[in-house]
């Protein structure tokens, strides 16, 4: 077990970073962050007020109306994120050592996605040298049309607790890229990265206000939301709370993108092994103890094969070693806090009282006597109009519902308020394929949890409004321009030369 200590990462835990500067909150108000392996205090860090969360806003809004950020050329700003990308190398370890500390994620994850973070703004600044911010188009009346791509603003990051550092990288990126600056809300679970961001903006002189850190719970974080400062709103998180923001931001017409809860579907086909499939299923629910939007939550299999496959099943989650997520013979840690905990237990109570078949788990593990820990857990008979069947549950539960033929399986699977991810388990892609377009998700993997955020990341339905990662994740960022002009300007600063569109 590691010291429960996280002083020794971060410089100025009770201290928010706004406008450049290390500053005092407005009240002496402080936030635990509770290890969930321990339930212990690792850290404690300000609590922002309504007035600090607008001196955060007044000075992204300064930074943006008159700062340098917005003007410099996509290359210049590039040149910034780069130098971010190499620090952020340099301060993987610190951030693989908070997470599991913060959310419960092993370390041996904590540390592979830790050392992934830098390839995104990488990613990012690339751009700058291969995406049209300007294109050129003949006009209707013979002048010349210019589309331009502008940062749509001051944009308010709400990140969650489950996978804080690569959901902050993946807004805060494209959003850099595109000349926006930011106030970055964390969760008070999970602050470590975004004040890791914090000082690695300070270190590499990043102009003042482009970056700004304020650490909220709700009533804070709902200011934000109302800030007229505010142009844009990007939120991950359930979709209760997205509703809530939309509604927010559609009194005023600000612009949001949100990535919302889901409940993802996998659908067995009749001709894939059934032990390969359990073996799947398996591995992806130890990922952050299935605290995770995208897990694959409800499995439809053909009622002849159900029993066997449940059986299978409950044989590899026997096998998933529960435990400290330091420790490098454990296989999935605990959930993130006690009222998670408490969430995935009524769920369980729920899905036996509902008449679902609890195969394994459902229970806290008896071998350990303190942490939030819960066992991997497999019901069968599966109604999917039941509780368990329709609700996101944001742990390690699997869900497995029969069905009689494939025609069956993707109605179920579609029969669902969510669409954020799927996956079609069939030894034949075209047939993969052929499904996949039948289902309403923003997502389908191929023989298992798959997905690739370097081509984009969102859901249908409940489960969101606009895309994150790959180029869709760019756009939201940025505002269109049409210029009409008479005559051809030349060559203008931060084209491209690219072809013009006829």
Known sequence: MANPDGYGIIRHPDKFFIGGQWTRPSSEAMIDVIAPATETVFLSVAEAMEADVNRAVAAAREAFDNGPWPRMTHAERAGHMRALSAKLTERAEDIAQAWPNEMGVTLEVARGTAGFLPSIYKYYADLAETFPFIERHPAMDGGVGLLVREPVGVVGMIIPWNAAPFLLSYKLAPALLAGCTVVIKPSPEAPVAAYILAEIAEAIRLPPGVINVVTADRKAAEALVHNPGIDKISFTGSSAVGRHIASICGERLARYTLELGGKSPALLLDDYDIQTAAESISQSTQVMSGQVCAALTRVIVGEDRHDDFVEALSASFQKIRVGDPFDAQTDMG??????????????????????????????????????????????????????????????????????????????????????????????????????????????????????????????????????????????????????????????LPGELAIPSKN
């Open 334 to 491: 605990p959930l993130a806090m006690a009222r998670q905990r408490d969430r995935v237990e009524s769920f369980v109570a729920k899905g036996k009282e509902e008449g679902a078949q609890l195969a394994t788990g459902g229970r806290r593990p008896a071998h350990l006597n303190r942490g939030f820990y819960f066992e991997p857990t497999v019901f069968g008979r599966v109604d999917n109009r039941s509780t368990i069947g329709r609700e996101e549950i944001f742990g390690p539960v699997i869900c497995v519902i029969p069905a009689r033929d494939e025609e069956e399986m993707i109605r179920i699977a579609n029969d669902s308020v969510f669409g954020l991810n799927a996956s079609v388990f069939t030894n034949d892609s075209a047939r993969a394929y052929a499904v996949s377009r039948k289902l309403l998700s923003g997502g389908v993997g191929h023989n298992g949890f798959r997905a690739d955020p370097t081509i984009g990341f969102g859901g249908f339905k409940q489960s969101g409004v606009g895309r994150e990662g790959g180029i869709d994740g760019l756009l939201p960022y940025l505002e269109s321009k049409a210029v009409i002009l008479d005559h051809d300007p030349g060559p």
